[in-house]
């Protein structure tokens, strides 16, 4: 199920430059029986994606009705969109006129995400550390060699995923989600300032965290600072929210605060 600039099983050209230089970004979105979940954050974000890279694109009318028409078709299943700067032949420099490549595909929720949702998970730090780019940082862009080193690595036994540092040992993510930290009513998000990827889940989630007077705050935290919180969890598109129980020696107790954003978000299981 996979269909390119609209047509089905349709090729992409080798001269592409996301295939030739990662020149391109993606969004993974959880359908509903109800369409898209945030369809319109999601819109909006590679939109603004994709100016960052300097596309001449927005995400057209055809486009979102193939979106929503497949979501309809395909609920509680998993819609990728991937988009390239398109053919621009050998070298760096893009393209003066290049016309954009839009890929969607359609996926099944990876099954042990409801068990992580019932259980939680277990991280444990990996020794590959993200690169600094401010200017990529936040963006789900093609280049995610990083995530395939990290994730190139063998977990331990009952670890579920990696933590992630950056190159001066700030914690950032895990490799698929974004981390969030709590302290009595506080939570702690990392900062994406410098790298990391800015997803839609925590977008939502710390907008309703503000709208129900928790304490929200992006900073940027070493790892000799994980022991000071009493909980966390990690957040993305298709996981939803789910606690985070350990990470390395670690252990945390699952808050009040991630049943409460379940039910706002209209998340629980």
Known sequence: M???????QATIAAADRGLAYGDGLFATMRTSADGILWFETHQARVNDGAARLGFDWQMGTAL?????????QYPHHCIKLLITRGVGGRGYAPPCHSTVTEV??????????????QRG?????????LGHQP?????????RLEQVLIRSQPLAADVDDWLVLDCNGKVIESSMANLFFIKDRCVFTPSLAECGVSGVMREQVIRSLLEHDYSVDCVSFGAEALGDFDSAFMTNSLLGIVDVIAIDALKYTPSPITAHLRQILSLTL
Do not use: E, F, M
Request: proline fraction near 4%; charged fraction near 10%.
């Open 135 to 143: 200017l990529l940082a936040g963006i789900k862009h093609l280049n």
């Open 64 to 72: 979102c009705q193939q979106l929503t028409d497949l979501a309809k």
């Open 121 to 129: 998970v277990a991280l444990q730090t990996s020794t590959v550390r």
């Open 2 to 8: 996979i269909w390119v600039n609209g047509s089905v």
């Open 104 to 117: 969607v595909s359609v996926h099944p929720i990876p099954a042990h995400y409801a068990q992580w949702q």
